[in-house]
């Protein structure tokens, strides 16, 4: 049980960001929850479909009997994740678990990716997990039960044409995983990764929508002949959060389907 922690969840309006924050609350924890909306409110009274998702996020975590609130935040902006952060400690008073989730996609062969796409995701699924590490780490060493989670990718593990910023990207946060791991045993506090697969989300869904055959292909390839639930991915995260999961650190855990064996 993860009872009266407070858990810090980016990307967390949708997909496995809002799957982990709700298996959290279920078995006890708060949550802060970072999502960020690329395209201007055209007026405060019409919000922007991220805020809804996460205004649907709060509602669902309240009803577990927790604590819940959303921040708008680019995370791969230092001084704004600091401002953030900062705001979450004066709204909760503690942080015990990190789960840094928020990640985007810019798919494109390395002959015609761009600088500006390659930088994008660099900054948002790499960087944007340092400044939350970074600007909570102290709060992190303080809990009794301090946990940082991140969320890679296979991609990360094995490289994928068409993602070399994505590959790079989640290839970074296990150097970072790793890094922190030893930076931070000292005070208890473990550091992991999360390898998912083909997971079930609005990703996965377009591409089903898109080329039916080619989401076919992907599944056959999969041991277990199916796409991954978020909701399979938020049950490692709540374990590796958990007081049962305090002798594990530095590890990267695939969740796949069997995909990467």
Known sequence: MLTDRTAVVTGASRGIGRAIALHLAREGADAALIYFAAAKQVSPEQLSPEQVAAEKVIAEV????????????????FAWARDTCGQIMEDFGRVDILINNAGIVRDSLILKMSEADYDAVLDTNLKGAFNFSRHLSRALLKSPAGRIINISSVSGLTGNPGQANYSA??????????????????????????APGLIATDMTA????????????????IPLKRIGQPEEVAALAAFLASDAAAYITGEVIRVDGGMCI
């Open 62 to 77: 309240t009803s577990y009997g927790r604590r819940a609130k959303a921040y708008l935040c680019d995370v791969a902006d």
């Open 169 to 194: 990207s989640k290839a970074g946060l296990i150097g970072l995983t790793k890094t922190l791991a030893k930076e931070l045993a000292s005070r208890r506090v473990t550091v992991n990764a999360i």
């Open 206 to 221: 377009n591409l089903e929508k898109s080329d039916q055959n080619a989401a076919e292909a992907l599944k056959a390839g």
